[in-house]
């Protein structure tokens, strides 16, 4: 397991072609809708600067400014606060098409990053565990727990890792279209690769919905 820089890509996701007995058994990446709610909290900050903006502005007249006055500070204000969400959406639209999660029959490659462009390589038999959490949008994420590795970098791995684990390091599938493919997808890889018989399964994926993945027991 461990991360890597890379300068080729031969086959999108993965930094070299597979080796003759492995195959790609799903691929997928985040939706820029759910990276920009649930990574860069665009919603919310565009609430916070409405009423901040909002409430300085009624402060403003209740005290007796001029109207003009009034208007043209919150010109100002609603044009700096509009520059931010703009790129904060760019960086969350940027990170969205440079994030690619790919499932082979032997690993799990997780390509991220717009300046600095990264491969992380985790072999199956090295996760433990996986939770999956559904949102109302539709979209969800697969938070994983490998086994303890120190290749695994927090900063480097953002923002495909979950915010409230800092070792081990857990790998988080984010903002996934279609949470419930994918992890039918990663329960059999494993199932197979680790030879669970029916009725059992080596690495259990649970799935709740709402609010983050849980720690996996």
């Known amino acids: 397991m ?3 820089e890379y300068e080729d890509e031969p086959v999108e996701g993965l930094p070299e072609y597979l080796p003759e007995g492995e195959t790609m058994v799903w691929q997928g990446r985040p939706t820029v ?3 920009a709610r649930r990574v860069f909290f665009i919603p919310h900050l565009a609430l916070y600067f409405g ?3 909002a409430g300085h502005t009624i402060y403003r007249l209740m005290e007796g400014v001029s109207a003009a006055q009034v208007m043209g500070t919150f010109a100002w204000q609603a044009g700096l ?3 931010v969400l703009v790129l904060l959406m760019w960086l969350a639209k940027s990170y969205a098409r440079s994030v690619i999660y790919t499932l082979t029959s032997e690993r799990l490659v997780i390509r991220s990053g717009v300046a600095l462009p990264m491969m992380v390589n985790i072999p199956i038999e090295q996760i433990t565990a996986a939770d999956m959490c559904t949102y109302r949008d539709g979209t969800g994420d697969i938070l994983l727990k490998p086994v303890a590795d120190r290749k695994l970098h927090w900063v480097l791995l953002w923002p495909n890792v979950s915010a409230w684990y800092s070792r081990p390091i857990r790998p988080l599938l984010r ?3 279609d949470p419930q493919h994918a992890a039918d997808a990663f329960t059999a890889v494993v199932s197979k690769h ?3 018989t029916s009725g059992a399964q080596a690495v259990p994926v649970r799935v709740h919905a709402g609010g ?6």
């Open 212 to 217: 983050d993945p849980v720690p996996a027991g």
């Open 81 to 83: 606060a509009t520059v």
């Open 51 to 53: 009423l901040l903006i």
């Open 33 to 35: 809708s759910a990276m």
């Open 2 to 4: 461990g991360m890597t």
């Open 194 to 196: 680790c030879g669970v």
């Open 175 to 177: 903002g996934l279209s």
